[in-house]
């Protein structure tokens, strides 16, 4: 069996074609390092395909910029509006794609799940997301869009999948207290 690279670069995106979010994380055994946080900015484009091409020139600079070895993204919500899902879709489906061109592995997290990973509650604000993230890595600067903490939310979920399944252990905790408890180390 191969061993695992003790450290890993992972790039989280929370796709939008008004605000993409990303943040990107180092991750040492259990410990996480925030690298970056931030937002690509589109509601000033009209057209729906120079958006995507942003997106993707976007994320192609975070690729070269950071070396991620995985891509977390967050999956579209389920709305009523189809034509806003069709975009959000296309939106994800492009980051997917520069990250893929890379080959780097692509993993897609639920809202829910995110939330429920970085909160211990699947229906937490995205402001309580933001407030445990700068917790959890400890920075005091507050992201003038609440997307970049978004972005940042989807890596350290993906981080958590892998801390929690390591050795083949796996462990859910029913709350934020229990995580708490048996993770004293990784919580400042």
Not at 10 to 17: C, E, F, N, R
Not at 79 to 101: E, F, P, T
Not at 128 to 142: C, D, G, I, P, Y
Request: charged content about 25%.
């Amino acid at each position: 069996m191969l061993a695992e690279k003790k450290e890993r670069v992972i790039l989280g995106i929370d796709p939008g074609t008004a605000i993409m979010g990303y943040g990107v994380i180092l991750e040492k055994g259990s410990k996480m390092e925030l690298i970056t946080l931030g937002i690509v900015r589109m509601d000033h484009l009209d057209d729906h395909f120079l958006k995507l091409q942003r997106i993707f020139e976007k994320t192609m600079v975070l690729i070269e910029t950071y070396k991620p070895d995985a891509l977390a993204i967050e999956a579209p919500f389920y709305g009523k509006n189809i034509q806003v899902m069709l975009k959000l879709g296309r939106a994800q489906g492009i980051a997917m794609a520069a990250a893929l061109s890379k080959e780097i592995p692509v993993s897609e997290y639920a809202p829910r799940k995110i939330k429920q990973s970085i909160t211990g509650k699947g229906t937490a604000t995205k402001e309580q997301v933001a407030a445990m993230l700068q917790r959890l890595l400890n920075f005091k600067e507050t992201p003038e869009f609440l997307d970049a903490t978004d972005g940042l939310a989807v890596a350290v979920c993906h981080s958590f999948q892998r801390i929690a399944t390591a050795g083949g252990k796996s462990k859910s905790y029913s709350g934020w207290e229990a995580f708490v408890s048996d993770n004293k180390k990784r919580v400042k």
